[in-house]
T-cell receptor
Framework: GQQLNQSPQSMFIQEGEDVSMNCTSS?????WLWYKQDPGEGPVLLIA?????ELTSNGRLTAQFGITRKDSFLNISASIPSDVGIYFC????????????FGKGITLSVRP | DTAVSQTPKYLVTQMGNDKSIKCEQN?????MYWYKQDSKKFLKIMFS???????INETVPNRFSPKSPDKAHLNLHINSLELGDSAVYFC????????????FGSGTRLTVV
């Protein structure tokens, strides 16, 4: 099935640092989304992107929908300890029965 | 007030047993899903229902049978549980076609011993 590529699997940063995460695909998506999962909880939507080139912010988070529609990135600025968690990218195509396809996630650790 | 609620939160059972997980959403969404998250945290879709009709059925053993009595509920029944079924199962819902992403429940951690 369709794969979204996220790497590395884990990232370790110092509190206050900025961090960027990338997500790539071999084919086009019409919608890109970024989710965060805290331990013991389900993924929660952070940012949704609907147009190629779109740049959207949500507080300290900024995400962009790649021009080719095959990639997206998420940037977290001035990280804080509660940013720890797993960050998933997800892509969706138009269509009656379109499903959300997830990347494998990046586990972010923030050192105080 | 919980938008998507799953029960139980934890389920420990022996191999060969049959078990069910229940899911309810109060968001007025018309589409519901079951996802399986394995030990490597990969989220894989299993089923999707739209207005009680099955629309996505990924390659899942037929020991897994979803049931949607109405568009606010989607239950998952698993027969003859195997060790490899141990995972976290997430229910989610969305408004079909809007591309706003899914709202997830907090998951059911199933452990088969």
């Amino acid at each position: 099935g369709q794969q979204l590529n996220q790497s590395p699997q884990s990232m370790f940063i110092q509190e206050g640092e900025d961090v960027s995460m990338n997500c790539t695909s071999s084919s086009i998506f019409n919608t890109w989304l970024w989710y965060k999962q805290d331990p013991g909880e389900g993924p929660v939507l952070l940012i949704a992107l609907y147009k190629a080139g779109e740049l959207t912010s949500n507080g300290r988070l900024t995400a962009q929908f790649g021009i080719t529609r095959k990639d997206s990135f998420l940037n977290i600025s001035a990280s804080i300890p509660s940013d720890v968690g797993i960050y998933f990218c997800a892509g969706q195509r138009f269509g009656a029965n379109s499903k959300l396809t997830f990347g494998k996630g990046i586990t972010l650790s923030v050192r105080p | 007030d919980t938008a998507v609620s799953q029960t139980p939160k934890y389920l420990v059972t022996q191999m060969g047993n049959d078990k069910s997980i229940k899911c309810e959403q109060n968001l007025g969404h018309d589409t519901m899903y079951w996802y399986k998250q394995d030990s490597k945290k990969f989220l894989k879709i299993m089923f999707s229902y739209n207005n009680k009709e099955l629309i996505i059925n990924e390659t899942v053993p037929n020991r897994f049978s979803p049931k949607s009595p109405d568009k606010a509920h989607l239950n998952l029944h698993i027969n003859s549980l195997e060790l490899g079924d141990s995972a976290v199962y997430f229910c989610a819902s969305s408004s079909k076609g809007q591309g706003f992403g899914y709202t997830f429940g907090s998951g059911t951690r199933l452990t088969v011993v």
